[in-house]
Nanobody
Framework: VQLQASGGGSVQAGASLRLSCAAS????????MAWFRQAPGKEREFVST????????YYADSVKGRFTISRDNAKTTMYLQMNSLEPEDTAVYYC????????????????????WGPGTQVTVSS
């Protein structure tokens, strides 16, 4: 599956951005998608994803209450609504997809995702 993230930009603290991730190619309802990010000098970290059934949404503690993940009915486009952005949210944001049947404990691990988009830069200034 090919992934393309968009929607990044440079904003002031407190602003909002909406990221999109379009999936194409080998997409199916069994492909699991997630958002990750990597800040300068730091390791990649999990941001948000859905449960396998899609009925629950998971978030990193650092973004809980500010970010909202969603997707279209065809499950080929995923979104990340980011509100109340903070300078600490500055990072390259990646969407990722996995063809594995991940269990809940595996959803937050980047190594379990086999397809990655090129990322979109989000810069938040204070």
């Amino acid at each position: 599956v090919q992934l393309q993230a968009s929607g990044g930009g440079s904003v002031q603290a407190g602003a909002s951005l909406r990221l999109s991730c379009a999936a194409s190619g080998r997409t199916s309802s069994s492909v699991h998608m997630a958002w990750f990010r990597q800040a300068p000098g730091k390791e990649r970290e999990f941001v948000s994803t859905f449960s396998r059934t899609g009925g629950y949404k998971y978030y990193a503690d650092s973004v809980k209450g500010r970010f909202t993940i969603s997707r279209d009915n065809a499950k080929t486009t995923m979104y990340l609504q980011m509100n109340s952005l903070e300078p600490e949210d500055t990072a390259v944001y990646y969407c990722a997809a996995s063809h594995l049947r991940l269990i809940t404990s595996e959803l937050r691990r980047g190594n379990n995702y086999d397809s990655w988009g090129p990322g979109t830069q989000v810069t938040v200034s204070s």
